[in-house]
């Protein structure tokens, strides 16, 4: 199959490794003609998957036009709040696009301002192609080392060419699931990188094991409400796109998310910790956006509240914690 993948950070570099290993025809694309340049003469990208080299096979584009020209699938890798920019230069950069069949986002967070979701940016932006997701628990750098892991492929219509799209990505190091429950998977993806901001900040605190396991526990909990409330289903929540990516994302010392938390449990600030930083914390802007979400919708989450209040009020870490053990007692 012909892919196109779109942002060449962490993840779009280490998926087009991992389809180049199964010998599909891949485009990586990144946003700025330097970094093509440089990734192109390195054959490695060196900013944000620095020590892992890129097969003879991938190819570099900038130019998005001739990118696409001959692409299936395009798969986009971008920082979530940059979706909808990276959408509408797609949109002005098809007319040679005569392949296309589906989008599919690889992103992890929910657009400040509107609420939606990645697929919902591209239905809205690009509604004459199918749009996915495809998430679960798959770290970069294993991923692109081909350490084994298994993801979910959220799509509304589970046809034949979804199918066709289930087998490509799939091969030895990689078990692709299917659902038409596209909602519950990026909803789970999104919250778990707020969640893991929480789960830092107890290590960050040194809270102990008891005291993460009930974080993570109750998180999960929330998930399934707050996805339930926004009509997901709530089994898909213990798949690999909920519960999978929390315990990942939670527990893995290589990720921003959690690391970003850890650092504020042991007292730096939000500013001292974005200033400068080149690598995405998707976590900080969605813990913002699904709170309004849910306070428009009227849904009590009070884990996201308090992670927003830490983030955003700078309400102090151990406040944070005793506001969430001092709440009303109730059943499970
Ligand atoms: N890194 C992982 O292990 C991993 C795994 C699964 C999913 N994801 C998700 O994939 C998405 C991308 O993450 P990443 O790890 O590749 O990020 P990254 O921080 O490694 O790289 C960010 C990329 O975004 C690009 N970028 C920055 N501003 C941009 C703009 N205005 N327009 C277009 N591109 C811009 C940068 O050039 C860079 O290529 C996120 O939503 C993340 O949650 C990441
Ligand atoms: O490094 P993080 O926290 O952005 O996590 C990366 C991915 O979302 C893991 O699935």
């Known amino acids: 199959m012909n892919f196109a993948i779109i942002g060449a950070g962490a993840w779009g570099t280490a998926f087009a490794i991992h389809l180049s290993r199964l010998n599909h025809t891949v485009t990586l694309c990144p946003r700025r003609f330097e970094q093509a340049l440089a990734i192109s003469s390195a054959r490695e990208n060196t900013d944000y998957l620095p020590g892992i080299p890129l097969p003879p096979s991938i190819q570099l584009g900038h130019e998005l036009t001739p990118v696409l020209m001959e692409a299936e699938v395009i798969l986009l890798a971008c920082p979530s709040q940059v979706l909808r920019e990276t959408c509408e230069r797609i949109r002005d950069n098809l007319s040679l696009a005569t392949q296309l069949r589906y989008i599919v986002s690889l992103s992890k967070g929910l657009e400040v301002g509107t609420h939606l979701r990645p697929t919902e940016i591209i239905s809205a932006t690009l509604p004459q192609y199918g749009a996915g997701a495809l998430t679960g628990p798959t770290n970069a750098a294993e991923f692109a080392r081909g350490q084994p892991a298994a993801m979910t492929l959220g799509i509304s219509h589970l046809n034949d060419f979804a199918a066709a799209v289930q087998t490509a990505l799939s091969g030895p190091t990689l078990r692709v699931y299917t659902t038409d429950d596209v909602a519950g998977v990026e909803i789970g993806s999104c919250l778990k990188n707020v969640y893991a901001i929480a789960a830092g900040c107890c290590d960050g605190l040194k809270l102990g094991d008891n005291a993460k396991a009930a974080l993570l526990t109750r998180a999960l909990a929330e998930m399934v409400r707050v996805g339930q409330a926004l009509g997901a289903r709530p089994e898909t ?41 080149k690598t995405v914390v998707e976590g900080y802007k969605t813990a913002e956006s699904f709170n309004e979400l849910c306070n428009a919708r009227g849904i009590d989450a009070p884990i996201l509240r308090e992670i927003r209040a830490m983030l955003r009020d700078s309400k102090p870490p151990a406040q944070v914690l005793a506001s969430l053990m001092g709440r009303e007692l109730k059943r499970e």
């Open 237 to 277: 929540f213990y798949g690999l796109s909920g519960f999978g990516d929390l315990v990942a994302t939670c527990h893995g010392g290589w990720s921003r998310n959690r690391e970003f938390g850890q650092r504020l449990g042991e007292g730096r600030t939000t500013a001292e910790l974005l200033a400068g930083r």
